[in-house]
């Protein structure tokens, strides 16, 4: 029993599903009574021994289940988060995973999301189908929750049954073939759903007892507890003038006499400890240790805390550094890989930086540069190298992090940089941007080869009537610019236009909405423009027929001028644009 160590179990899912709600049941806390707004703020984790969950349970005793293991860390993690500090090398940190879902509203962005990293990880994880005491009609009838489920009105079955076929149509999509706990056959190809309430407490021992079997028929040989110490650090915190380093001791034993190296970006820091604390069982207080034994959450007062970032893996050191840093290297490699080219990625640690660009590659979206931490100066210099090369990576997006204050009084120029604390809303805002980025260069480079544009002659504004000819225009569509060819109604071709002035300023072009006058050499007013009410740009049917096929990004008024000039042209060419 002492070999084996806790599973970690992570609880995730969707914003306001319940998760700490129904962590609190298993645990019989209050801790989301607590929290702003009910929604968890930072992870935090929960040791649960094996006394505690048979006293919850109490069928384990009843039926004399043998379980080697000496209880659960549960991991209570942010919707927002979707989990993602909480990796290691080799795979996920967390043995099992209990995703949390409101049977009512199904499968949410965020929930696809973790299922998404659930599968990327390779964590094995049940379903809480939470809030079933919101279904209409639902009374709890029984302990037993199949029975009970059995017992409700005919309506409140089919409306549950209804639900649940849902829910597990929406999950097939996924690649899951999931069904009701009390239906599997064999849990390692079914995924098992089992409905609840954190409210009420109906199915939590049903939950709890799942837990137990999937730990002590699949864990056993995962749960030995290796020689080595090994972690993950949550978070940075500051009380007083202490800093704390709170972590997830995932291997070995810790002792406070050891020194410890924790990975950096650049060399691995090495400290001693100050002091040791471990979580208490069913508590979020720390209390001092001489030896920490994994699975724990534990509390590092550290001598040298300088550089420390959350997400990052720490080991024991024994004057082994170089062994230590090509272990680090790779675990930090391997977690981030960049391209040649691509957008800018910053997030708040480690594993939530592997998350993002773990969920950004399945959307073919390349990386150039990642990082931990604030958007900083270095950020926007390599943002500002895609704008002439790459305009439409040229894009930084953070994950959890801001800008620090440089950048935030720097002109960014055409650096557009994303923030959001949802890793799914921060990839739709990025595919949106670049959809609309890509678009605007397309449009760009089509209106070099031609201009769309409709000028309203302003006949009271004649200035000169010829050698060249200069008169004001409101341009209805489009813009101008120099030697834009134009005709008239008849499609008769007209001139090029040599300049165009604003208030006896020349212009380089003008756009729509605005009164200016152009310059026709060759033409005389008087003769050929006085009757001319409108004057369009001239375009080869080649220039057509290029604005015909890129009709997706012309604007409904641009739409309208181009229909028009293709009738003007097909009354001297019927086969003109076709």
């Known amino acids: ?50 006394e505690n969950i048979k006293k919850r349970c109490p069928i384990i005793n009843e039926k004399a289940i043998k379980l080697d293991f000496p209880g659960f860390l549960f991991i209570d993690t942010p919707g927002h988060a979707a989990f993602s500090h909480l990796r290691k090398r080799g795979g996920s940190l967390a043995d099992l995973a209990i995703l949390v879902m409101d049977i009512n509203e199904g499968i949410m ?84 759903l089992i409905p609840c309430s954190a409210k009420t407490g109906e199915g939590i021992s049903e939950l709890i007892m799942t837990l137990c079997g999937l730990s002590q028929k699949f864990l056993k040989q995962n749960l030995k507890l290796g020689e080595i110490p090994k972690g993950v650090i949550l978070e940075i915190k500051k009380e007083k003038t202490m800093h704390y380093a709170e972590a997830i001791l995932y291997d070995g034993i810790l002792t406070s006499k050891d020194e410890i190296a924790i990975a950096s970006f650049g060399e691995p820091v090495i400290s001693k400890i100050r002091v040791l604390e471990e979580i208490q069982p069913i508590s979020n207080k720390f209390k001092p240790t001489e030896k920490a034994t994994a699975a724990n959450g534990i509390r590092m007062q550290l001598i040298n805390s300088e550089a420390i970032l959350p997400g990052m893996p720490f080991t024991i050191f024994k004057n082994n550094l170089e062994e230590i840093k090509k272990e680090f290297k790779k675990e930090i490699n391997e977690k981030i890989e960049t391209d040649e080219q691509g957008i800018i990625i910053k997030a708040d640690s480690l594993g939530s930086l592997e998350a993002l660009i773990a969920l950004l590659k399945q959307e073919n979206i390349s990386i150039i540069s990642a990082g931990i931490g604030s958007i900083n100066k270095k950020d926007i210099a390599t943002a500002q190298t895609n704008i002439k090369n790459d305009p439409e990576n040229a894009i930084i997006i953070g994950f959890n992090v801001d800008e620090d204050e440089e950048v935030r009084g720097m002109d960014k120029g055409k650096i557009k940089i994303l923030k959001h604390e949802v890793i799914y809303k921060l990839i739709e805002e990025l595919i949106k941007f670049q959809d609309e980025k890509r678009n605007e260069i397309k449009r760009e480079r089509i ?72 310059s026709l050499p060759g033409v005389n007013f008087e003769r050929q423009l006085k009757e001319v009410s409108y004057l369009y740009s001239d375009m080869s049917d080649k220039q057509f027929k290029t604005f015909k096929h890129n009709n997706d990004l012309l604007t409904a008024d641009e739409m309208q001028v181009l229909q028009a000039i293709s009738q003007i042209k097909r009354k001297n060419n019927a086969n003109w644009g076709i």
């Open 447 to 518: 209106m070099q080869l031609a201009t769309i544009c409709k000028l309203k002659i302003l006949n009271n504004f004649v200035f000169r009537n010829s050698n060249p000819a200069i008169f004001g225009v409101k341009i209805e569509t489009g813009k101008i610019k120099p030697h834009l060819p134009l005709m008239n109604e008849d499609g008769e071709q007209i001139a090029n236009i040599k300049g165009i002035q604003e208030n006896q300023n020349q212009l380089k072009e003008a756009i729509q909405g605005m009164e200016i006058a152009i």
């Open 109 to 192: 962005p965020q929930t696809s999301e973790v299922i998404e990293l659930l599968k990327l990880n390779k964590t094995p994880f049940i379903i809480a189908l939470n809030k079933i005491d919101n279904i209409s009609g639902w009374r709890k009838q029984s302990e037993n929750l199949k029975d009970s489920i059995e017992s409700q009105s005919q309506n409140t079955n089919l409306d549950f049954q209804e639900k649940l076929l849902t829910i597990m149509g929406s999950l097939h999509h996924h690649g899951f073939n999931a069904k009701p706990f009390y239906e599997i056959t064999d849990f390692t190809s079914q995924l098992a």
């Open 1 to 50: 029993m002492t070999n084996i160590r806790q599973p970690i179990v992570t609880v995730a899912g969707h914003v306001d599903h319940g998760k700490t709600s129904l962590l609190d049941n298993i645990r019989k806390t209050g801790v989301a009574d607590t929290e702003a707004g009910g929604i968890t703020q930072k992870i935090s984790f929960t040791k649960v021994p094996i």
